[in-house]
């Protein structure tokens, strides 16, 4: 099957991309690089032509929240018309698991409306809710930093690896499309705040977290639901320490 991945050149594109080639799919990694950009809509219609299952893992290149719910919005009304002409049978997205939890978040308001353009495009479609890829904890750290201390939730997260991420997609573009949402989670559950501290301390960096209720995460307030799946969720098989002894740059 000819298979479009959006975002295909980026963190999990790239390695879902790697997947399916593998299954002996032809697969094109799109990206404004490549000639196709979602925003403009330059070379669209043209990627799609043919394309049976389209796989939208592209993201916002800010999180302001102007500019996310622009990019979303937008990316995702013209891919979604260029694949309803192009008659694609399976439109495959990445979201985040507390999506429609978290929607004092920016970022979290602009998911929701691209989720809501897929529902209602008429396209066959499947929605991937993941939870935080071990490879954004540096962007929470960041994110949370105050001075020389780190103010996080101890809310808990079920954080997954990047690698389970891409297979998980690429299974899920495979199958039936299922008009809903399907979740997927790493193994184990941290507090925010206690996985944070376990990372700073794996990279050697001697800032201190301070576990704080009232910290917010990218705008939002969390609870005890918030960052984690329901227990249906797809479980991936690498778990903290097997993803940080596989990474070589520890900073």
């Known amino acids: 099957m000819k298979i479009v991945v959006i975002g295909g050149t980026g963190l999990i594109g790239s390695k879902t991309v790697e997947k399916l080639r593998l299954l002996g799919h032809e697969v094109i990694a799109a990206s404004p690089a490549s000639g196709v950009n979602t925003i403009t809509g330059e070379g669209v219609a043209e990627v799609l032509t043919g394309a049976h299952i389209v796989i939208d893992v592209a993201n916002s ?31 495959v997205a990445l979201s985040v698991v507390g999506t429609d939890r ?33 490879e954004f904890l540096g962007g929470i750290v960041k994110s949370a930093a105050q001075q020389e201390a780190i103010h996080l939730s101890p809310a808990p997260i079920q954080p997954i690896a ?21 979740e997927i989670a790493g193994p184990e559950k941290f507090p925010l705040s206690s996985l944070v501290t376990d990372y700073l301390k794996a990279i050697n960096d001697p800032r201190q977290v301070i576990a704080d209720p009232e910290a917010r995460y990218f705008g939002a307030m969390l ?5 984690v799946p329901g227990a249906n969720a797809r479980i991936g098989a690498i778990n903290f320490k097997t993803w940080f002894a596989g990474q070589s740059v520890k900073a």
């Open 61 to 91: 290149p800010s999180f302001e929240d102007k500019a996310v719910m622009q990019f979303f919005q937008t990316s995702g009304r013209n891919l979604l018309a260029a694949a309803a002409n192009a008659g694609v049978k399976h439109h």
């Open 162 to 182: 990047s690698d389970d991420v891409a297979a998980a997609v690429a299974d899920v573009a495979l199958g039936t499309p299922v008009n809903g949402i399907i």
């Open 223 to 227: 609870n005890e639901q918030s960052l």
């Open 102 to 134: 978290l929607q004092e978040s920016g970022y979290f308001r602009a998911k929701a409306a691209q989720e809501e353009l897929i529902r209602k495009s008429g396209i066959p479609y499947s929605i991937v809710h993941s939870t935080q890829f071990f």
